[in-house]
């Protein structure tokens, strides 16, 4: 009778709970839909974009060895394919995978605990606010969370029924959550330690452990290939990781920033792979980069380990703290935005903390659900320590602070705790002192940065004079942050006022005389102007400096190879060929000079000569059909 009553509840609490968790995102993203920012993706969604496209279009070995897990990429390569680019089905699929992840903490806590248990636990889930935020990115958030649960769920039931089949599919979920974020495979000693502190016999346990752990090595096995065989190093998943544990360990982080030391929160891969070939004095391919920024790391750590065990007291109180920390925008722009959105980000991971230690504490009696989440909540949560924390990549841990402060929210309505009152004062106390005060740092948010980034998203969408308003703005608070002047120069060559650009190139170029992209600005500005020897002096300065010289030597490479056309156009060809060979020196491996060289050596009737560098060039690029036409052409014999 009292199973019927449960159900009879269960029926109309489930789907309440479903529909909330949708009407908040859906809310969310439609009081928000007309913020610049909000349908302009930031630097890592652009990257998936990208990434995304070069899949569908079959270019999708250039990003083998994989340089950051590979299973959204794909997803959203399919989402592309079937239904066209644009923001509205991938955020529909992370509306999807929140709810899962409501229906498997439903589960899971019902079925061990209260229905006010299960209540609790997913409103706690559909009402947080990084939940929430997150479902409206173009980012592998939402799944992320939802394989979390999934892998917490199936890791249970493997304990309670013993059997291989959801030993396996364990092993396959840890897979998947792997193939978003890497760090999960530090979850694999729970296959192995979790039966043992529960005291199942080991001839039970032990051949699913194995299973699980086969099933996540053959489920990677494809990936591992791939990368394998791009660089013939054993690489798991991805070759990201090396940067991200030099960014959270090096001298200077404050925990929290995706800064990178020499370049700043801006930096891309070109700018990761210049610093770490300079740190080893080579060129470097994907996995030896990231090895050598694991060594940077490292040596960091060993100049100063008083300083770095101080960073790392400031990372666990980041990853316990109640406030959450952006990542790819500012937290201010979805605040300012919606208010209401700024007491939803306070139901987060500090918020649950000391109730979930309390519902661990009660649930002395489930040792397979207490000590899996707790182990979960460990390990995962230890493995950003080695890197930074943001809550976008603590959010995974969500699914266990949600069960456990299921658990313990209820034991405190009910009383059950209250017969252990001291215990429950002292865990609620120091729950709150790790998770409320300011411990590292009052707030995360940066007015500047939202007032640059919203610049930038209206400069994108072709609204300039809104975006040199905003970038006004930033400039009245800070007229140093970084790029806010090179930006707002773009804008105003887009606006069409070539000298206010100029004017904040150079002011630019006076405040980060380390950087090259303000001069590689005003070089282009100068080529506009057909100031062909003023661009040259530009670029050629620009292409000496560590950050935005790439850029600066390819534009250059072009300005000498179109100056070098032209002189060959008018017949200077002892010009047009000092203008080519420049080139060589400028870029070697490029099959264009030599091509130009070889048609100035045909018109001087230097056919073996031309033959050569025709040859040169298709050496550089074998699918580089003029100069293969070219060679064809020319005769066998003078």
């Not at 206010?500 to 590689?520: H, M, T, W």
Request: proline share 6%.
């Amino acid at each position: 009778m009292k199973s019927k009553i449960h159900n009879l509840l269960d029926a109309p609490a489930l789907p309440i709970v479903l529909g909330l968790t949708a009407i908040l995102r859906i809310l969310y993203w439609y009081l928000v839909a007309n913020e610049p920012w909000f349908e302009t993706p930031g630097m890592d969604p652009e990257f998936y974009q990208a990434w995304a496209r070069a899949i569908l279009t079959g270019h999708g070995s250039e990003y083998i060895p994989f340089p950051r897990a590979p299973l959204y990429p794909y997803l959203l390569a399919g989402m592309f394919g079937l239904f066209g680019e644009g923001w509205v089905i991938p955020r529909l699929f992370n509306l999807f995978c929140d709810l899962g992840t409501v229906l498997i903490v439903w589960h899971l806590t019902r079925r061990r605990g209260s229905l006010r248990t299960a209540l609790i636990a997913s409103l706690l889930f559909a009402f947080c606010g990084m939940a929430i935020y997150q479902s409206g990115e173009l980012l592998m958030t939402s799944l992320e969370t939802c394989l979390a649960s999934m892998f917490l769920f199936s890791i249970v039931r493997t304990i309670d029924t013993n059997r291989k089949m959801w030993a396996t599919i364990t092993g396959a979920i840890l897979a998947l959550l792997a193939l978003c974020r890497p760090n999960a495979l530090i979850l694999i000693p729970l296959f192995f330690a979790l039966p043992m502190f529960i005291r199942q016999d080991w001839r039970i346990w032990l051949p699913n452990s194995i299973m699980s752990l086969l099933t996540v090595i053959l489920c990677l096995a494809p990936v591992t290939y791939f990368n394998y065989a791009a660089t013939g190093n054993i690489i798991p998943v991805a070759t990201q990781g090396g940067v991200n544990f030099f960014i959270g360990n090096a001298r200077g982080s404050n925990g929290w920033s995706s800064s990178l030391p020499g370049v700043g929160i801006d930096w891309v891969e070109v700018d990761a792979e210049r610093i770490a070939e300079a740190d080893a004095g080579r060129k470097l391919n994907s996995y030896e980069e990231s090895a050598q920024f694991v060594a940077m790391g490292v040596r960091e750590i060993k100049a100063d380990p008083k300083g770095w065990l101080e960073l790392m007291v400031r990372k666990i109180l980041l990853l316990v703290n109640i406030r959450e920390i952006g990542n790819n925008r500012p937290l201010t722009l979805p605040k300012e935005a919606l208010p209401p959105l700024e007491l939803l980000f306070l139901v987060s991971f500090g918020f649950m903390l000391p109730f979930a230690a309390l519902g661990w504490l009660g649930l002395r009696k489930d040792p397979a659900l207490r000590n899996a989440t707790l182990g979960y909540l460990a390990l995962f949560g230890g493995s950003l320590l080695l890197f930074f924390i943001s809550s976008r990549y603590r959010l995974p841990l969500l699914p266990g602070m949600v069960i456990l402060s299921g658990f313990g929210i209820d034991m405190l309505i009910t009383k059950t705790v209250m017969m252990r009152k001291p215990m429950t004062i002292v865990i609620l106390l120091i729950g709150i002192l790790l998770a409320i005060p300011p411990w590292a740092g009052s707030t995360f948010d940066d007015e500047v940065q939202g007032y640059f980034v919203t610049g930038n998203a209206l400069m994108k969408q072709s609204r300039h004079a809104e975006a040199a308003l905003y970038y006004a703005r930033a400039s009245s608070i800070t007229a140093n942050y970084p790029r806010l002047h090179l930006n707002n120069g773009v804008n105003f060559l887009a606006l069409g006022d070539t000298s206010k650009a100029i004017g904040e190139f150079e002011v630019e170029f006076s405040r980060y005389p380390e950087r090259g992209e303000a001069l590689n600005n005003l070089a282009v500005v100068a080529e506009a102007r057909k100031e062909w020897d003023l661009a040259r002096n530009y670029y050629l300065r620009a292409s000496k400096m560590q950050i935005g010289g790439y850029d600066a030597t390819l534009n250059l490479f072009r300005l000498t190879l179109s100056i070098g056309d032209a002189k060959f156009q008018t017949g200077e060809l002892d010009s047009a060929e000092y203008e080519y060979r420049n080139g060589l020196e400028l870029l070697p491996n490029d099959p264009k000079p030599y091509y130009r060289l070889a048609l100035l050596s045909a018109t001087r009737g230097n056919i073996p000569q031309a033959r050569e560098f025709a040859e040169a060039a298709l050496l550089r690029d074998p699918d580089y059909l003029i100069a293969r036409r070219l060679l064809e052409q020319l005769p066998t014999t003078e």
